[in-house]
């Protein structure tokens, strides 16, 4: 069974940068489909981005051209590159893994991201 722990949010203002990352542990890497998501404050936890074991990925429309997945397997760790920030931007982020169309993570704590003047 895999475990994830995302890391590297921050307080960042509008413009800003920011990579999160999501480190894996307890079983392989490689197979998994892994997946960002957000959830703000009194929203829904929404799909922000997913890569495959193939390295396709999908975005929602609002992260498109500004933020990046990607993953590497040798370090069993993936990646959020976060550009351009908003501050709609401001969530939790979590990452989770699945196999065979089933999540096999349960949410962490994730990583808070706060973009604010």
């Known amino acids: 069974q895999v475990q994830l722990v995302e890391s590297g949010g921050d307080l960042v203002q509008p413009g800003g940068s920011l990579r999160l990352s999501c480190a894996a542990s307890g079983s392989v890497f490689s197979i998994y489909v892994i997946s960002w998501y957000r959830q703000a404050p009194g929203k829904q936890r929404e799909l922000v981005a997913a890569?495959?074991?193939?390295?396709?990925?999908n975005y929602a429309d609002s992260v498109k051209g500004r933020f990046t997945i990607s993953r590497d397997n040798a370090a069993n760790t993936a990646y959020l590159q976060m550009n351009s920030l908003k501050p709609e931007d401001t969530a939790v982020y979590y990452c989770?893994?699945?196999?065979?169309?089933?999540?096999?993570?349960?949410w962490g704590q994730g990583t808070q991201v706060t973009v604010s003047s």
């Open positions: 890569i495959t074991s193939t390295g396709s990925t």
């Open positions: 989770n893994a699945v196999r065979f169309g089933v999540q096999v993570t349960p």
